[in-house]
């Protein structure tokens, strides 16, 4: 049985405790909404771009000629996975539930007898992946310095992937990250991005002039689809984030307030003890006189 | 004939203008070309220059450093990499691309030398032209 002090003490601890995760669901409030109205701004960059890129990639797509980003390299061999994780932890499963995803994609390609490569972003992702992939890693994207995601973030990354596309280090590259449902509900999410895929573009587009030509600007833009892609991706991500950072937070204060209630219950049940021993001490004492 | 259509530019982080325009100067990859309404659907990637969106309430110039804009018959919508407005603060952005760009051209490889030192003329030219 825990002394008064004792109950005392731990009392304390998980209500500033409490105060800590109700600050960081706060905060993660305020940042899911500026995630929001990021993702929410690149939206029609990347509807237009899509559009576009889909229609002229369906027009080229059949050719010989189509740019190696399109029509890959004619091999699924190696394959690349990009890993989008946080920077931090304390955020539910946002990170598990992408390395889960990940890990269950690598084993199934190494079991078919594929070679994997693995790049993480964020660095809860490669603490994770480490574990049973070190040997698959092949680089690593640090986001922690970066206080605002920018389009130049992303495109570094893209830079990255395409040099080693060129050199041929890879066939395939598929990136993992989750999609912001709600701040409930993330869905981590596999995207192809090299080669480029592409919905079927629905309704009649006009047919467009070329300046220069098809091909010529095809060769131009894909390269861009990648970075504009990952942009989205890491949007997705950042908005993800704080919403799974705030539900947790959110959960970890109606924990810790349930508990605050339940030892101060315990604490009062044990001062009333001490108190009635006292006065048994006290009267049978005197009766005894 | 209407004589104004809807002209957008937007940029990978966010739409920067969406107005109503009589024409819409675009600095094209194969040359500067002016959008006006009814121009026939064109796809063109742009070079590193200057837009100029003349409408009803005078004229806006950006400064752009790449990307594509589609023209239609009813509007035209630029999408431009990244795109400053003329001022000292832009100015500055442009001179951090041409030094980007010049480095760049400097490791280029042979065969994508051409493609680079274009950049950094056109990046030169484009400063040339803000003063």
């Not at chain 1, 905060?27 to 960059?45: D, F, G, N, S």
């Not at chain 1, 394959?79 to 889960?100: A, P």
Request: hydrophobic residues 40%; negative net charge; aromatic residues 4%.
């Amino acid at each position: 049985m825990p002394s008064l002090k004792d109950l005392k003490t731990r009392i304390d601890s998980v209500k500033s405790t409490r105060k800590i995760t109700k600050a960081m669901q706060m905060v993660a409030a305020a940042k899911l909404r500026r995630a929001q109205e990021a993702a929410e701004a690149a939206r029609p960059y990347t509807e237009r771009f899509n559009a576009v890129l889909g229609g002229l990639a369906a027009s080229v797509g059949g050719s010989d000629s189509a740019p190696k980003l399109l029509s890959g390299t004619g091999s699924d061999q190696v394959q690349l996975l990009v890993v989008m994780t946080s920077e931090r932890g304390l955020c539910g499963g946002f990170n598990t539930s992408i390395v889960k995803l990940a890990k269950a994609r690598a084993a199934e390609l190494i079991a078919n007898g594929k070679t994997v490569k693995i790049l993480t972003v964020g660095k809860k992702g490669r603490e994770q992946m480490k574990r049973e992939f070190e040997d698959q890693l092949i680089g690593h994207v640090d986001l922690s310095e970066v206080k605002r995601l920018g389009y130049n973030n992303a495109q570094d990354i893209a830079k990255d992937l395409l040099s080693r596309f060129d050199t041929g280090e890879f066939d395939v590259c598929t990136i993992f990250f989750n999609t912001f449902k709600s701040v409930i509900s993330q869905v981590p999410t596999a995207q192809q991005i090299i080669p480029a895929s592409f919905e079927e573009a629905e309704g009649e587009s006009p047919l467009y002039d070329y300046e220069p030509s098809e091909e010529g600007i095809l060769a131009d833009l894909l390269p861009r689809g990648v970075a504009t892609q990952i942009f989205a991706a890491l949007l997705e991500n950042a908005a993800s984030e704080q919403g799974a950072r705030m539900s947790a937070m959110d959960n970890a204060t109606r924990n810790a307030g349930d508990m605050i209630d339940k030892l101060t219950i315990e604490f009062n049940r044990s001062r009333q003890a001490v108190i009635t021993n006292e006065l048994i001490e006290i009267i049978s004492g005197a009766e005894a006189l | 004939m209407a004589d104004t259509m809807q002209f957008d530019l937007v940029s990978p982080e966010r739409a920067l203008a969406s107005l109503q325009a009589n024409s819409v100067q675009i600095p094209g990859a194969e040359g500067d070309m002016t959008a006006m309404p009814m121009h026939a659907p064109t796809i063109t990637t742009l070079r590193p220059g200057l837009l100029s969106v003349t409408g009803p309430e005078g004229t806006e110039t950006y400064a752009v450093t790449g990307g594509f804009a589609e023209i239609t018959a009813e509007g035209t919508t630029v999408l431009a990499e990244r795109a400053y407005s003329v001022d000292a603060e832009g100015k500055q952005a442009i001179e951090d691309h041409l030094a980007e760009a010049r480095a760049a051209a400097e490791s280029a490889l042979p065969e994508h030398k051409d493609t680079a030192n274009k950049l950094v003329a056109d990046f030169a030219h484009l400063l040339e032209t803000m003063v």
